[in-house]
C-alpha cells in the first residue's frame, strides 16, 4: 500500500530539487576536533560538496569506543556553517540532542539506523522537533524491517515534520560477507514505492565498510535512480577515531564522483521513449505468459493433491523435488541464466505447491 505522506522536498536550498543528480552530503563519521572537521570541509568545500556531516554524539555498539565529543563539537560545526557557507548535518538520538542542535543553527538532522529500530526513539524525536522546519533524513532499521522505516517517516510526519529523506545503509547481518551491511536493494526500492515523493540517499561508506567498495556501491545507487549519497570523508581517514577502514579522503571523493556515470532517471527524449515502451510491452507479454503456466501448474499440482489425498500418499517426494531442482539448474546453466535466481524462484513455486497440497490434504469434505 502506498503511504500519503505529503513530503516536501526541500526546495528553498534548490538542492533536492535540481536536475543534476546526485546531492552529496559528505564529512567524517566523527568530529574530532576543530582541526580535523575544519580541515576536512575546506578540501570538501574546494570540491564543490555543499553539504558537511559530521557525528557529535556516536551510537557505538560496543562500550569503549571512542562515542563522540558531544555538544562541545556543535559550535565547530557553526563556525564552519559561518565561515565557509556550507550546510552542516548531525545525527540525532533524543530530545536534548534535538534541542542542543537547534539551539546551535544545525542544517540538517539525521536519525542513525539504531535509534530508527527503536519506536520510542523515534517518537521521542519527532515531539521534540515539533514546530521545526528542518530536513530530517532517517536511516534504515538495522534490521531488514520496512514496516520500522516507515514507521519513523509516519512518526516525524504526524509531528510536522514534512522535509524527509531517506538513507539507505543495509542491514546487519550476522553472517559476514563482501560488505559490512547487507544492501538489501529490494527495500529501499520498496519504500520508494511505498513513499514516492521521499528523496533517497544512499551511505556506501556504512554498507561497505570498507573504502575500496564505495565507487561500484555509489554506482549501483545512482544507476537505480538514487538522488543523493552520503559519504564518510576524512582528512586522515587511517587516522580517524571511528569507521578508519571505510573514510576517504576529499581528493578520493572528489575522484570516486568524477567517475560516477549519472544516467536519466526520467528519460524525456521520445525515441528513447518509444524504444522502451516497445521492450516494455515485450516484458509484459512474457510475464503474462510466466502467469499463465503458473496458473496451469497450480492446477495440475490440484489434481495430484487429489490423488495423493485419495491414495494417501506424503505430499512430499524429496526424490522428485531433488530431480525438479537439479534439472531446472542444469537448464539455468546451460541458458547462462543466474542459478541464485532460478533457485530461489523454483524453490518459492515448490513451497506454494505444497502449501495448496497441504490444503487440500486437510480439508474436510463432506
Ligand atoms: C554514522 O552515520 O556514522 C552512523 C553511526 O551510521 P549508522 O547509523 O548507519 O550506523
Ligand atoms: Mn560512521
Not at 535509534?115 to 534490521?143: C, R
Not at 561497505?208 to 564518510?232: P, T, V
Not at 572528489?254 to 518509444?274: C, G, T
Request: contains cysteine; aromatic residues 6%; glycine residues 4%.
Amino acid at each position: 500500500m502506498a503511504c500519503q505522506l505529503d513530503i516536501q522536498p526541500c526546495s528553498e536550498w534548490n538542492l533536492f530539487s535540481r536536475l543534476q543528480r546526485p546531492l552529496v552530503i559528505a564529512g567524517p563519521c566523527s568530529a574530532e576536533s576543530e582541526e580535523q572537521l575544519f580541515n576536512t570541509a575546506t578540501l570538501l568545500k574546494n570540491n564543490g560538496i555543499e553539504v558537511l556531516r559530521a557525528g557529535i554524539w556516536k551510537p557505538r555498539t560496543r562500550p569503549n569506543c571512542f562515542e563522540g565529543v558531544g555538544e562541545k563539537g556543535l559550535p565547530w560545526l557553526q563556525y564552519i556553517q559561518k565561515t565557509l557557507g556550507l550546510k552542516v548535518a548531525t545525527e540525532v538520538a533524543n530530545a536534548h540532542h534535538v534541542e542542543a542542535a537547534l539551539k546551535q543553527g544545525i542544517d540538517m538532522l539525521w536519525i542513525g539506523a539504531r535509534s530508527t529500530a527503536n519506536p520510542f526513539v523515534v517518537q521521542e524525536i519527532a515531539e521534540a522537533l515539533k514546530g521545526v522546519n528542518i530536513p530530517v533524513l532517517v536511516k534504515n532499521p538495522v534490521n531488514p524491517d520496512i514496516e520500522l522505516w516507515v514507521g519513523a517517516f509516519e512518526r516525524l510526519y504526524i509531528c510536522g515534520i514534512k522535509k524527509l529523506g531517506a538513507i539507505h545503509r543495509g542491514f546487519s547481518s550476522y553472517n559476514s560477507n563482501r560488505y559490512r551491511n547487507t544492501p538489501q536493494w529490494q527495500i529501499p526500492i520498496e519504500l520508494k514505492r511505498r513513499i514516492k515523493q521521499l528523496p533517497l540517499f544512499c551511505d556506501p561508506s556504512h554498507i561497505s565498510g570498507h573504502r575500496e567498495y564505495i565507487q561500484e556501491i555509489s554506482q549501483k545507487a545512482m544507476d537505480l535512480g538514487f538522488d543523493g549519497l552520503i559519504i564518510e570523508s576524512h582528512i586522515q581517514p587511517d587516522c580517524a577515531l571511528s569507521d578508519a577502514a571505510q573514510q576517504i579522503t576529499p581528493q578520493q571523493l572528489n575522484d570516486i564522483l568524477k567517475q560516477l556515470i549519472i544516467r536519466d532517471a526520467h528519460p524525456n527524449n521520445s525515441s528513447s521513449h518509444l524504444i522502451i515502451e516497445e521492450l516494455r510491452e515485450k516484458i509484459d507479454t512474457l510475464d503474462n505468459s510466466i502467469l499463465e503456466a503458473l496458473t496451469h501448474r497450480m492446477k495440475i499440482i490440484e489434481e495430484i493433491g487429489h490423488y495423493k489425498k485419495q491414495n494417501n500418499i506424503t505430499i512430499l517426494q524429496p526424490d522428485r523435488w531433488e530431480n525438479i531442482l537439479s534439472r531446472v539448474i542444469d537448464e539455468a546453466r546451460k541458458n547462462n541464466l543466474p542459478v541464485e535466481l532460478v533457485e530461489r524462484v523454483f524453490k518459492a513455486i515448490h513451497q506454494a505447491s505444497i502449501d495448496r497440497q497441504t490444503d487440500i490434504m486437510n480439508r474436510h469434505e463432506k
